[in-house]
């Protein structure tokens, strides 16, 4: 159950040694956009500090890297340094994956395949997203939306970002990997009401969790994103009254004034399942 990530600039320590104490599911150590080019190398050379340091706080460890000449040697570091995943980004289809896959096989030695969770940043990768979700390694997908309003010539407005965020959210669930995102840009984090709004949104659409920029909206994604205890008694109530029925031979049936069929059952054990695997990882 993944339900924030948080982005940290690679070459900022004085973020970097906090960041596994922000009650962030996910840690993201980024190498590419917040980090300058001449700091890069340096940035690189980090995670072997790093990404145990931060893991010591109970959290998972992504490493965004670059998509350049520098993506093989930032995706072995990161896999030498112990991190859990890869972020790719402008990922456009999936060759890139299939190479890195053989490549990193080589360096992992004893540890648990590192995963990928690739970005779709531009329309390529976008009309390809279909492919990329079913690619190695995948356990996610998101969208990087100031990029994919870039690719189009928009602006990062909710009504342009929500079909392209819709689009590789469905390719996710076709491919039974996690969803990471809202339906608007995620740069703006000063105004918490419209990103709780926005959080419950991608929620309600079946998004798994969501990145930010701020461990001031981390708490926000936590609970948005988690189920709360009134749809989890309510979750509960469902299966018991589906098991009482079931032994009835109905099939459906009406409960606090409200229909139940398999649908609504099938949703009610899919939350109790993420709510258990929540708690498992406390």
């Known amino acids: 159950m993944i339900s924030s990530l948080l982005y940290v600039p690679g070459n900022a320590p004085r973020f970097l040694e906090k960041a596994g104490q922000r009650g962030a599911d996910v840690v993201i150590v980024d190498l590419e956009d917040a ?4 700091a890069k190398t340096e940035a690189r050379d980090g995670l072997e500090k790093w990404v145990p340091e ?4 109970g959290c998972q460890v ?33 060759d890139i994956l299939a190479g890195l896959d053989k ?10 395949p590192i995963s990928f969770v ?5 329309m390529k990768g976008l009309f390809e997203v279909r492919a990329i979700a079913q690619g190695p390694r995948v356990i996610a997908l998101t969208a990087g939306g100031e990029d994919l309003a870039t690719a189009m010539g928009a602006r990062p407005t909710p009504e342009v970002l929500r079909y392209p965020k819709l689009m590789i959210h469905y390719a996710a669930k076709e491919a039974g990997v996690l969803s ?7 740069v703006d984090f000063a105004d918490k009401d419209a990103l709780r709004a926005a959080a419950m949104e991608a929620r309600d659409f079946g998004f798994d969790g969501a990145s930010c920029i701020h461990p001031s909206v981390v708490p926000i994604l936590n609970e948005c994103f988690a189920p709360s205890p009134e749809e989890v008694e309510w979750a509960r109530k469902v299966l018991a009254a589906n098991d009482e029925n079931a032994a009835a031979g109905r099939g459906a049936f009406m409960l606090e004034g409200k229909f139940i069929d398999a649908p609504i059952v099938t949703r009610a054990r899919n939350l109790l399942a993420r709510f258990e695997k929540g708690r498992a990882t406390l």
């Open 180 to 186: 990471f995102g809202m339906l608007r840009t995620t």
């Open 118 to 122: 690739p970005l779709i940043e531009d």
């Open 103 to 112: 490549t990193l096989t080589a360096h992992e030695g004893n540890r648990a």
């Open 54 to 57: 931060i893991k010591r706080g």
């Open 62 to 94: 992504f490493v965004r890297v670059n998509q350049s000449d520098r993506l093989v040697e930032d995706a072995i570091a990161a896999t030498l340094a112990g991190a859990d995943a890869l972020y790719i980004p402008k990922v456009e289809g999936p």
């Open 35 to 38: 980090v300058p080019e001449a």
